[in-house]
């Protein structure tokens, strides 16, 4: 765990640093960057087999056949990445790969976005995302691919749209249930509003509490015949609320009111954040905010096994909304900003750790191969 506990403590230094003379300086900046790149990826490609729930299982299907992955419901994709790995008799190709395309996607999403690239490499270690990718490989290498797909929405090419519909398929191949972020251009149109914010944690708050969430979600889950045939010999994954109780659902409230919050204090200022004169600033606000807000409103399943994998797609936007939480508060609430700054750092810190001591996604201990 000491491992993870430096990585949070070097998350800090660089929000420390996210507006200081070095990051200012191009070099150093990148500098940092190509060093802490390195290490995350010299952490996901030689960590042992047991670190990741899922990991063992990705071991195992590299000395399976095509045919026989093809029968555990695999996708095309990551066959042919695995045909690839074992035909140089190399596995550490598979982290490898997961690491490259999931970060750097996610990395260039955020930049796209106009995210502090310190605050980003942070607040993608303080919410637990790099650590569950150890876990769901197939599902962050979609993540990447959906991620590079979303950086052509903020483009003025022609071909846009083409461009995302090919990476949106090209992480189908990898995880079928990505076809949902086909909605990623609609999100650029909705406006959140901290009125918004509100009633929708009030309403996850009511179907999670009701366990309506769940019956609701249920029928549409059944409906997906890809999840009803892959789990057919295991209906609790399909039907049950998972382990998230009054305790677990504490976070979320918390995220709401800080959602809520951070859109209350800037919901009055002239030159407001939602600078209508820059359409591509609009929509990259209306894309994070309302993408957010739809990672949240899925905690109203109550942590049901499908639903907990749909929301995964979402995580990004949790990291690029918690970067503008820290970085976007005008300087209008200068004591404000700073008690609400240290607020979130501190809680997504306390997350981070809490959930190591749980141990989700099994990667504690950390060990090397």
Same mark, same amino acid.
């Given at each position: ?23 200012? !300086? ?75 395309? !999931? ?164 919901? !009055? ?101």
């Amino acid at each position: 765990m000491s491992i993870y506990i430096l990585l949070i403590l070097f998350s800090l230094i660089l929000l420390i640093l996210r507006n200081s003379l070095i990051y200012r !300086s191009l070099p150093l900046r990148n500098m940092i960057i190509v060093l802490t790149v390195l290490i995350l990826f010299s952490l996901t490609v030689f960590r042992g087999i047991t670190v990741g729930t899922d990991y063992p299982a990705y071991n195992s299907y590299y000395y399976s056949s095509s045919m026989a992955l093809k029968m555990q419901y695999i996708e095309n994709g990551y066959i042919l990445l695995n045909s690839f790995a074992r035909s140089l008799n190399l596995f550490i190709i598979i982290p490898a790969f997961e690491f490259i395309i !999931s970060f750097f996607g996610m990395y260039s999403l955020a930049v796209v976005n106009h995210c502090n690239r310190f605050s980003f490499v942070s607040m993608y270690i303080l919410t637990y995302t790099y650590m569950q990718s150890f876990n769901a490989l197939r599902q962050f290498i979609a993540i990447g691919f959906i991620s590079f797909g979303c950086t052509f929405l903020f483009t003025n090419k022609k071909m846009k749209m083409l461009w995302f519909v090919f990476f949106i398929f090209l992480a189908y191949e990898f995880h079928s249930s990505a076809l949902i972020m086909l909605i990623a251009p609609l999100l650029m149109r909705i406006v959140v509003t901290y009125t918004r914010v509100l009633w929708a944690g009030i309403i996850t708050a009511g179907l999670f509490i009701t366990g309506l969430g769940l019956k609701i979600t249920q029928p549409l889950i059944m409906m997906n015949g890809h999840y009803a045939t892959k789990y057919s010999d295991s209906m609790m994954f399909l039907t049950s609320a998972g382990n998230k109780g009054f305790i677990q659902f504490l976070p979320v409230v918390i995220q709401f009111l800080i959602f809520f919050f951070f859109l209350f204090f800037n919901r !009055s200022i002239s030159e407001s954040f939602l600078d209508t004169k820059n359409v591509n600033i609009q929509y990259s606000y209306n894309f994070v905010f309302s993408g957010y807000l739809m990672f949240l409103l899925l905690y109203s399943a109550g942590g049901n096994g499908v639903i907990d994998r749909l929301q995964m797609f979402f995580l990004i936007f949790c990291v690029m909304a918690n970067i503008y939480f820290i970085d976007n508060i005008k300087e209008k609430f200068y004591k404000s900003k700073f008690i609400f700054q240290t607020f979130v750092v501190i809680f997504w810190s306390v997350y981070c750790i809490l959930r190591l001591l749980l141990n989700n996604a099994s990667v504690v201990p950390y060990i090397f191969k």
